[in-house]
């Protein structure tokens, strides 16, 4: 007989965002299976100023569950200002959102 408290744990939580959260705007391909490629994106610096990153390419993209919500975790990389950065892209499908994770 196995003992359990009666949960499943379907999907484990990945735990905390390891990494500075920003909430950007993606411009974003769906396609008809219904997968999600990002493809530009807008951030917002300190300073205020909106710097627009072409051209992301995806590295990796994993499914990923923050408190039990399902987010799709790009690891990407882009040229920003002259030099190529790797980041983190997390959509949350349940919000429409994007957030940028550096």
């Known amino acids: 007989m196995p003992f359990g408290i009666g949960t499943k744990a379907e999907h484990p939580d990945s735990g905390m965002i390891q990494g500075t959260v920003k909430e950007v705007a993606v411009k974003c391909w769906f396609t008809v299976s219904g997968k999600?490629?990002?493809?530009?994106?807008?951030?917002?610096?300190?300073?205020?100023?909106?710097?627009?990153?072409?051209?992301i390419q995806?590295?990796?993209v994993d499914k990923q569950w923050?408190?039990?919500?399902?987010?799709v975790k790009y690891r990407c990389q882009a040229l920003v200002r002259g030099q190529m950065k790797e980041f983190i892209l997390?959509?949350?499908?349940?919000?429409?959102?994007?957030?940028?994770?550096?």
Not at 43 to 54: Q, S, Y
Not at 66 to 71: L, P, Q, R, T, V
Not at 90 to 102: A, D, G, Q
């Open 90 to 102: 997390l959509f949350c499908p349940e919000e429409c959102s994007w957030k940028l994770v550096i």
């Open 36 to 55: 999600s490629m990002p493809l530009m994106m807008k951030v917002r610096t300190e300073e205020e100023e909106i710097i627009k990153v072409d051209d």
């Open 66 to 71: 923050y408190a039990g919500i399902m987010n």
């Open 58 to 60: 995806v590295l990796t």
